[in-house]
């Protein structure tokens, strides 16, 4: 028997994810700023190097997190908002087919941590995932839309 609420928890460990690498990312950005502008040095004297680094990752990843779970939300909103003009089904059973697509986040996630080296490719990784999210909706959805709902939830996700 399937549960359906088995990879209820893959939303917030990729959001976890994505905050982490761009966090690990950012973190030694600063890091480095902060030692070419002099004061790394003046702060290791009152704090450890360990807790400079561990507090500033810790501040990042509360901020990304935040936007993303932020971002999360109006994804979500767009995607019901938009079953609701376009889907004839009452049942929610559109809304169940789409749900494999958190898989496709955890993926993108673990993928974005091991490539955190580098902005261009966490940033990539996001917006390769979130395409790849969009081509797996639009794939589920497409037998049970008419063409021109389709269309019309296409370019509703496209103008958002």
Do not use: C
Not at 1 to 8: C, F, Q
Not at 34 to 46: A, F, H, P, R
Not at 105 to 122: K, Y
């Amino acid at each position: 028997m399937k549960n359906t609420y088995l990879t209820s928890h893959f939303p917030l460990i990729s959001i976890l994810l994505f905050s982490l690498s761009l966090s690990l990312y950012s973190e030694r950005v600063i890091t480095d700023s902060l030692i070419n502008v002099g004061l790394y040095k003046g702060m290791t004297e009152v704090f450890s190097d360990q807790g400079i680094k561990l507090t500033l990752l810790f501040l990042l990843l509360f901020l990304f997190f935040m936007l993303f779970s932020a971002l999360k939300l109006i994804a979500d909103t767009i995607n019901e908002v938009s079953l609701l003009f376009f889907s004839k089904d009452r049942e929610g059973d559109d809304l169940q087919k789409i749900r494999g697509g958190v898989w496709v986040f955890l993926i993108g996630s673990i993928v974005s941590i091991f490539i955190s080296f580098n902005l261009l490719f966490v940033v990539g990784s996001i917006v390769i995932t979130s395409f790849v999210y969009f081509v797996f909706f639009v794939y589920r959805l497409g037998d049970s839309l008419s063409s021109p709902s389709l269309i019309g939830m296409i370019f509703f996700h496209l103008f958002f």
